[in-house]
């Protein structure tokens, strides 16, 4: 055998009756479940405790949806200081059953540096995507209508475009302007 580039021959098996094929483990061999207790991380509660405890305050909170810096001081107040912004994403990105991360800058640019306004501003949504429940919220109907309707439109934004969640943001965020003026009118 030549490679044909190169010019130089391929090694050949020395004794091809002598490659075999590894048999399978038999279960004695396989590794058996260990009676540790639950992965943590770092110094606060367990992966699910943080996942349980995060859905739950996103469906409490007010806001249809959080910046993840924001949601991240909730969390670290209850949890762990250590746990970083995007260990937190990370954790949430593995559940996409529970909840959508929106981000509205995507790409090369995402890292170029600026100023901390700025840097918030690109940061992140966090939504909730299972139903609230009627939550701890203590607001009117009017209120939690407007809620609901913000958080149902980011279950169909397409999170590849960041056009759609461009404008999904601008949503969201007059929103939360709004908020207080039809709290007042409601009251």
Do not use: C, K
Request: proline share 11%; hydrophobic share 35%.
């Amino acid at each position: 055998m030549r490679n044909a580039r190169i010019g130089h021959r391929l090694p050949r098996p020395r004794n091809p009756a002598r490659i075999t094929m590894e048999t399978p483990p038999s279960e004695a061999d396989l590794p058996r479940p260990s009676s540790a207790p639950p992965r943590r991380h770092r110094r606060g509660g367990t992966v699910q405790e943080i996942i349980e405890a995060t859905e739950r305050m996103l469906r409490d909170h007010p806001h249809p949806a959080l910046r993840l810096s924001e949601l991240h001081e909730l969390v670290a107040e209850r949890f762990d200081r250590t746990l970083e912004p995007i260990r937190l994403r990370s954790m949430l990105e593995e559940y996409p059953q529970l909840f959508r991360v929106l981000d509205p800058w995507r790409g090369p640019w995402r890292t170029a540096p600026g100023s901390p306004a700025e840097i918030r501003s690109i940061d992140p949504w966090i939504v909730a995507v299972t139903d609230p429940g009627g939550g701890n919220t203590s607001t009117g109907p009017a209120v939690m209508r407007l809620r609901e309707s913000v958080r149902w439109l980011s279950l169909d934004v397409d999170a590849r475009s960041t056009r759609a969640v461009s404008r999904w943001s601008a949503i969201v965020i007059a929103e939360r302007a709004a908020r207080p003026a039809i709290q007042r009118q409601a009251a």
